[in-house]
Structures are given as structure tokens and as C-alpha cells.
């Protein structure tokens, strides 16, 4: 048996929205703390409660997916901020129904997935896969933007799945 180890990690673009959210609450957050130095225990306790908010939006906009490929499990993990990891996505290679580029024709064929889930950098330019999963009884759409590396392993494991 082919024993395959793939892994890849893609930084999804941050949104601009984010980087405004993260401004105003930097900018609540200054203000509370002037305001906990200069008032009493209340304005502390806000001040706590607007550097942890600060402090979760900053880490929850500042996503990466790592996508790896191990024999026949294929799994994507989220990492918010480099810090906190959480499994997005897994599947195994019988699962799996077909791996396309995400303007091929060939998805036409499966035009109703009960849920879509987007694990891409969201750079203008860059190319996407989709992969189509029959998991727990329902259709899943899978969005990948998968390495060379990655792309070959899954041809030498399932070929008549890859569509190129």
C-alpha cells in the first residue's frame, strides 16, 4: 500500500471590515484603560472585558487552514492567530466523491450540497478546488486551494475521482 503524508497550510486573507473592527476596539480599549487609571473599579472591569474582546477579534480574523493528507484520511484543521487549533473538516478517501477545480464543468453534476464549507485564502487569483464528500447521509462542498504536492497524492490514491 502507498503510504502518503501530505500537509499544506494556506493564511486566508483577513478582511478589511477586520481590520476596522480591531482599530475601534483598540481605540475603546486605550480610552478604558485612561478611564480605569482615572476612575473607579468599574471602569476596570470594563477595561478587562474590552482588552479580552480586543484580544478575541484580533485572534479569531487571523485565520489559516492546514490541510493533511495522511494514507486515506484527509483533515483540515483551523488555527486562529497561530494560537488556538480546531478540526474544521474530516474525511476518508471513500467519502470523497470528487476533487475538481472549482469552475470545472464536471461539478455540474452535483448541483445541491446540503452545506459548503470554504477552507481557501480568498486571494484574488488563486486556485481553487472543490471537493464534493457523501458524509452522514448528506452532500458536503468543500473548498480547498490544495498544493501540487497534495493534488498528486490524491491522483496516485484515487484517480477516477481527480478531475484535472
Known sequence: MNDSYVEWLIKRKVPF?????????????????????TTGVLAVLIMFVCVFVTY???RNTRVEFEYLYVDDQF????????????KYFECSTEAIQMIAPSESDALKAYPNAAKVLDASS??????????M??????????IIEPNDKLL??????MPRKVVQ
Not at 17 to 37: H, M, Q, R
Open 17 to 37: 471590515y477586520a481590520y476596522l473592527l480591531n482599530a475601534v476596539l483598540g481605540i475603546v480599549t486605550a480610552v478604558s484603560i485612561v478611564l480605569a487609571f
Open 56 to 58: 478575541l477579534s484580533y
Open 75 to 86: 483533515s483540515i484543521d483551523r488555527i486562529f492567530g497561530k494560537a488556538k487549533r480546531k
Open 122 to 131: 480568498h486571494q484574488p487569483g488563486a486556485k481553487t478546488y472543490t471537493v
Open 133 to 142: 464528500v457523501q458524509q452522514d447521509g448528506e452532500t458536503r462542498k468543500l
Open 152 to 157: 498528486q497524492s490524491f491522483r496516485r490514491s
